[in-house]
């Protein structure tokens, strides 16, 4: 079984719903991370959580929020999505606190779509 | 300010035919570096990465990167392509200092042909 499972794999959707994207984890890592990848952008963080009471803002936070429910589970909402949200959304997870040297655990990622 | 970039967001090769996908950063002191693979409909898997210990780092699939900090490169190569390797390819990298951020570059795409 995977490590970093995330839900749905594909998704779409229409302007001004509310959606959310969950990602859980058997890894038992405190750190985990919301990126959406664009083409020719590489990946943005969204937003991270260093652990279940921890959550911070990302570079590009602006529209989404998220929720730590426990260590192994992290969701990002999108309020009210609109069309530039279409993207590859991404959770990953890491073991934390490693130092600079740290790795980053992806997902399989969830391609939203929203028209 | 810090930054990361991939010269190339397209590469093709022939199979048998040496890798090259090139990686260089901005910053005065010596980052973390990483290079992730991203096959086909699935997430990002980590090939290698630098920690200080070694200037030339081994990593899967026969991949390596040698770290130069004359050059401020990362370099990712591979001796002999495989049908295997086509995929997208990110260079990683995190500068010392803040938190435990990740800053990505555009990616290459890497073609492998017969």
């Known amino acids: 079984d995977a490590d970093v499972t995330q839900t749905p794999r594909n998704r779409i959707t229409k302007t001004g719903k509310r959606i959310m994207l969950e990602c859980s984890q058997t890894k038992g890592h405190d750190r985990m991370y919301w990126y959406r990848q664009d083409p020719g952008l590489g990946l943005r963080l969204i937003y991270y959580s260093f652990d279940v009471k921890d959550i911070n803002k990302g570079e590009i936070s602006d529209g989404y929020s998220v929720s730590r429910q426990a260590q192994a589970k992290f969701s990002l909402s999108l309020e009210s999505a609109i069309p530039n949200q279409t993207a590859l959304y991404f959770c990953?997870?890491?073991?934390?606190?490693?130092?600079?040297?740290?790795?980053?655990?992806f997902g399989p990622g969830t391609r939203l779509l929203v028209l | 300010a810090q930054s990361v970039t991939q010269l190339g967001s397209h590469v093709s090769v022939s199979e048998g035919a040496l890798v090259l996908l090139r990686c260089n950063y901005s910053?005065?002191?010596?980052?973390?570096l990483f290079w992730y693979v991203q096959y086909p409909n699935q997430g990002l898997q980590l090939l290698l990465k630098y920690t200080s210990a070694a200037t030339l780092v081994k990593g899967i699939n026969g991949f390596e990167a040698e770290f130069k900090k004359s050059e401020t490169s990362f370099h990712l190569t591979k001796p002999s392509a495989h049908m295997s390797d086509a995929a997208e390819y990110f260079c990683a990298v995190r500068f010392s200092g803040g938190y435990n951020k990740l800053i990505f570059g555009a990616g290459t795409r890497l073609a492998v042909h017969p």
């Open positions: 990953a997870t890491s073991e934390g606190p490693s130092g600079a040297q740290e790795t980053q655990y």
């Open positions: 910053s005065s002191v010596p980052p973390y």
